[in-house]
């Protein structure tokens, strides 16, 4: 099974996968590293200082790399991008976009960087775009501004177990 782990820079993919790993005996897919193997890396973007990847191979470049009865978790903004039929549950990671430009603010980018990021978690960019690509009926939003990384990792256990009904759409940061 696959769990794809999206959401804006910032929203805290990496550190609840690393939740995950354990508590699912998971094992985690870097993104890049599988498109860099696979060759589907294809420039490198000057305005966001990031290689892009030819989004259109992401599903076959997966499924080369993982075997049946495996448990892979794949944090990535791109990890939507899998096709559905690949994934048992798609989550979206949110953020308050005033406690994300906090995270972000931490790190070496500039404020064009920061603002375009929060600008994507205010216009729920992920979510549309994991909407249209067809996760609807695996599709889970969590809004990570409040919830320690270990609570999410526990939330996500807890809609594969079925004891938490998978929600999205309820998360709006425009009032
Ligand atoms: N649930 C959380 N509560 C508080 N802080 C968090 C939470 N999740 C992540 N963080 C913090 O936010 C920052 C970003 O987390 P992380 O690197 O996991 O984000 P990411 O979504 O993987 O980002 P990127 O897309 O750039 O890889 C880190 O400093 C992390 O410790
Ligand atoms: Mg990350």
């Given at each position: 099974m696959l769990i794809a782990i999206t959401g804006t820079p910032g929203t805290g993919k990496s550190v609840t996968a690393k939740h995950l790993e354990k508590a699912l005996n998971a094992e985690i897919l870097n993104i890049e590293q599988i498109a860099r193997k696979h060759k589907i890396l294809v420039e490198y973007d000057d305005r966001t200082m990031s290689m892009v990847i030819d989004e259109f191979k992401i599903s076959d470049a997966i499924e080369a790399e993982i075997k049946k009865g495996k448990t892979y978790v794949v944090p990535s903004h791109?990890?939507?991008?899998?096709?559905p039929s690949l994934v048992k549950l798609c989550v979206v990671l949110r953020c308050d976009p005033l406690v994300l430009e906090k995270r972000l603010g931490k790190?070496?980018?500039?404020q064009k960087k920061i603002g375009e990021n929060v600008m994507c978690e205010f216009l729920d960019a992920c979510l549309i775009e994991a909407v249209e690509i067809g996760h609807k009926k695996h599709l889970h939003e969590i809004d990570?501004?409040?919830?320690s990384a270990g609570a999410v990792c526990k939330e996500i256990v807890n809609v594969l177990n079925k004891k938490k009904k998978l929600e999205f759409g309820k998360i709006k940061w425009l009032k």
């Amino acid at each position: 099974m696959l769990i794809a782990i999206t959401g804006t820079p910032g929203t805290g993919k990496s550190v609840t996968a690393k939740h995950l790993e354990k508590a699912l005996n998971a094992e985690i897919l870097n993104i890049e590293q599988i498109a860099r193997k696979h060759k589907i890396l294809v420039e490198y973007d000057d305005r966001t200082m990031s290689m892009v990847i030819d989004e259109f191979k992401i599903s076959d470049a997966i499924e080369a790399e993982i075997k049946k009865g495996k448990t892979y978790v794949v944090p990535s903004h791109l990890s939507h991008f899998i096709m559905p039929s690949l994934v048992k549950l798609c989550v979206v990671l949110r953020c308050d976009p005033l406690v994300l430009e906090k995270r972000l603010g931490k790190r070496a980018y500039s404020q064009k960087k920061i603002g375009e990021n929060v600008m994507c978690e205010f216009l729920d960019a992920c979510l549309i775009e994991a909407v249209e690509i067809g996760h609807k009926k695996h599709l889970h939003e969590i809004d990570t501004s409040k919830k320690s990384a270990g609570a999410v990792c526990k939330e996500i256990v807890n809609v594969l177990n079925k004891k938490k009904k998978l929600e999205f759409g309820k998360i709006k940061w425009l009032k």
